[in-house]
């Protein structure tokens, strides 16, 4: 099974920052990767597919580059709306989340 | 609106069953793979189950695999997991998501989700 980790776990940062989050594959998972931001309470929403691709309707201040192993989300400039938690996933085989990064305000 | 609602969660003792089921609405639900995503209180995203839109492919984790059973009736437009010899450890919300693009056992993100259901497994 491919197993994801995220680092760093939590991030302190203030508004107008830029953000970058690291997601790692246990193996290549070419570019068959996702980014997520859930808020408490709320169901998780898609930001980034295929890597690099932006979801429809989701601010451009997001970005994600990487393929492989190693992949990253950068929010350009945080916003007040940008403070959650962010996972990455894996669907190159079967599908699994990574463990999480929570943004919190500094 | 597109949109998923989930029903059937609540509190179960160790060993029992339950099922879930998911309604989807303002898209063709036949189209698209369905997936089933666990939280347990406090924690993180855990990918539980995905069925193929014909039912040809379906996977589990091995958290679950033997204990639990996706299930879709696209007449119904309705997505179901059947949960068996539930443990403490099943506690959850459970979301069900769909695939983003429609295809038939090709993995992908999840774009539409849910609200989720509670499940409880407690003596």
């Known amino acids: 099974d491919i197993q994801m980790t995220q680092s760093p776990s939590t991030l302190s940062a203030s508004v107008g920052d830029r953000v970058t989050i690291t997601c790692r594959a246990s193996q290549s998972i070419s570019s068959w990767l996702a980014w997520y931001q859930q808020k408490p309470g709320k169901a998780p929403k898609l930001l980034i597919y295929k890597a690099s691709s932006l979801e429809s309707g989701v601010p451009s201040r997001f970005s994600g580059s990487g393929s492989g192993t190693e992949f990253t989300l950068t929010i350009s400039s945080l916003q007040p709306d940008d403070f959650a938690t962010y996972y990455c996933q894996q669907y190159n085989s079967y599908s699994a989340f990574g463990p999480g990064t929570k943004v919190d305000i500094k | 609106e597109v949109q998923l609602v989930e029903s059937g969660g609540g509190l179960v003792k160790p060993g029992g069953s339950l099922r879930l089921s998911c309604a989807a609405s303002?898209?063709?639900?036949?189209?698209?793979?369905m997936n089933w995503v666990r939280q347990a209180p406090g924690k993180g995203l855990e990918w539980v189950s995905s069925?193929?839109?014909?039912?040809?492919?379906?996977y589990y984790a091995d958290s679950v695999k033997g204990r639990f059973t996706i299930s879709r009736d696209n007449a119904k437009n309705s997505l179901y997991l059947q949960m068996n010899s539930l443990r403490a450890e099943d506690t959850a919300v459970y979301y069900c998501?769909?695939?983003?693009?429609?295809?038939?056992?090709?993995?992908?993100?999840?774009?539409?989700w849910g609200q989720g259901t509670m499940v409880t497994v407690s003596s």
């Open positions: 069925i193929s839109s014909s039912s040809s492919y379906i």
């Open positions: 998501a769909r695939d983003l693009t429609p295809n038939e056992g090709e993995e992908d993100a999840f774009d539409i």
């Open positions: 303002g898209f063709t639900f036949s189209s698209y793979s």
